[in-house]
Structure formats: C-alpha cells, structure tokens
C-alpha cells in the first residue's frame, strides 16, 4: 500500500452529515474548522475519489465508504469499478481485493503511515496544538465555503506530499485534494458532494463540486 493512496482516505473518516451550523459569513480560523469537522467513533461517509495519471485519458474514479466503526479502526471499501477493503487496526494494515489472497502487513514497514495515523487522531479530536507539531495549517474563506491548507513538515511526509487542501461548508468536510510532490492531485469528494456527482462526468464539473464552486 503506498502512503500517496493511503493518505487522503485517512483524512476523509473525518466526516459526517452533520447539518450545517448557523454562523455569520466572517472569514474563518483553522482551530473553528477542526471543531467542526472533528468526528466522535463510530462514522462512515460514501466517497467518490479520482486519481490523475499520464497514463489514463481521464482520471480513474473509485467509489465506495469510508469508516471508523471505532477510535482504533480506519476502514475503506470500494465497491466501483472493484471490491478492496483496506483496514488499519492495531498498528496493522489489511487489503482484501476480491479474487486475490488477504495480505497483511505491520505500520512499523511504513512509518511514515504510522506517523500519519497518529496526525489523524488529532484531527478526529479536533487537537489543533498536536496538528501544528506535524503541519502549517492556514485557512481561509467563509463558514459557507471554507478552504483548510496544510503544510506537511516531518521530512518523511513533505518528500511525498507537497499540501493537502480540505474544503468544506459549515461542519461539513466535502472533498479533499492531495497534491504530491510527484504526479497528479487525488481529489476525494465526500459526504453532499459525493451525492452530488452522482451521473457526473465531465472532470472540470467534478472539481468545481470539490471546491464548492459549482453553480
């Protein structure tokens, strides 16, 4: 499993459909975002993820659903276009694709995944001060369409991914881009903006739904 793919499923757990909380249009601060969007266990959200490629005419597109059926497990299924559920549990990570053996493999491999697992847990906690220590987090944006920008700097981290950029609406989390330091962005759409590009294929109306743009 490469920490690139891993990487923006982890950070989706964090959403819910949470309703959207009454609030004036002022610009917002990162610490009211992660209070917003931090999720108590147990939760789930459908996703629908594209990931870029030289290769591919247009972007490959999975979906499925994420969960956190409890603080210590991180499940993704994908149902579209194949079944595969990664689970990470007990410093463990499982795949199982369909038609292919179960593999099993220990976090300590990765150690920069287990760094991340452990940056998630500040975010699903809503911990800006434990956040700060591994990224330079800035916002910006009203509560009705806010960006979250951050920075990785653990040196493991910053060699793979360039920035991640969370967008949302209120406490909703709607979409998630990673930028690597290499290749494409990855977009994941969640929650409402998964809804929302159901039948939708063209990719400029998908990014649009990303960033809370589209008319």
């Known amino acids: 499993m490469s920490m690139r793919r891993t990487l923006p499923w982890m950070l989706t757990l964090l959403c819910s459909a949470a309703p959207l909380s009454a609030a004036p249009p002022e610009t917002v601060e990162a610490g009211w975002v992660l209070q917003k969007i931090a ?71 990765v150690p920069e995944l287990a760094g991340l697992q452990r940056s998630f847990g500040a975010l699903l906690s809503g911990d800006q001060a434990q956040l700060a220590q591994h990224y330079t987090i800035t916002a910006a ?17 910053s060699r793979q991914v360039r920035q991640i950029q969370l967008y949302g609406r209120g406490a909703e989390l709607r979409c998630i881009e990673t930028s690597p330091v290499k290749g494409d962005v990855q977009r994941t759409l969640l929650a409402g903006a998964a809804r929302d590009a159901t039948g939708v294929q063209a990719l400029p109306a998908l990014i649009a739904l990303c960033r809370g743009t589209a008319s």
């Open 39 to 109: 999720r108590p266990a147990p939760v789930s959200t459908a996703f629908v993820e594209l990931r870029g490629s030289a290769l591919l005419k247009t972007p490959l597109r999975l979906e499925g659903r994420y969960a956190r059926p409890d603080k210590d497990t991180l499940v993704r299924q994908v149902t579209s276009p194949y079944h595969e559920t990664t689970t990470i549990r007990g410093g463990e990570a499982t795949l199982e694709r369909e038609g292919k053996a179960k593999r099993t493999f220990s976090l300590s491999r």
């Open 141 to 157: 944006g009203p509560t009705a369409q806010w960006q979250l920008n951050m920075l990785p700097k653990d040196s493991e981290l």
